[in-house]
């Protein structure tokens, strides 16, 4: 089993940068990719960002120029540095983390508990 733990999220006004952390614990030989999902009202959960073990990352279009994620293996954690946030940023982040080999998902996917991040206008 592996846990995530989040922290971060809050209220921000449009323009302005928040940076989330996602702590992971037990297991972690079992995962070698971490990412950040979002969902806001309404809609599905959708990618934000992922990055593996030895550093390769992706993103969505939507928040490319304006979201950095990144890593620090020896804590276990993941950060997401979000900046120029706009209102449709706003939803609930959930990390998440699995272990990937080449474009398939293995093993267990396991879910942090998600943090919200609201930005006014």
């Known amino acids: 089993q592996v846990q995530l733990v989040e922290s971060g999220g809050g209220l921000v006004q449009a323009g302005g940068s928040l940076r989330l952390s996602c702590a992971a614990s037990g297991n972690i030989f079992s995962i070698n990719t971490m990412g950040w999902f979002r969902q806001a009202p309404g809609n599905q959960r959708e990618l934000v960002a992922t990055i593996t073990d030895n550093g390769p990352t992706n993103y969505a279009d939507s928040v490319k120029g304006r979201f950095t994620i990144s890593r620090d293996n020896a804590k276990n954690t993941v950060y997401l540095q979000m900046t120029s946030l706009k209102p449709e940023d706003t939803a609930v982040y959930y990390c998440?983390?699995?272990?990937?080999?080449?474009?398939?998902?293995?093993?267990?996917?396991?879910w942090g508990q998600g943090t919200q991040v609201t930005v006014s206008s």
């Open positions: 998440k983390a699995y272990r990937k080999m080449a474009t398939l998902v293995v093993g267990t996917v396991y």
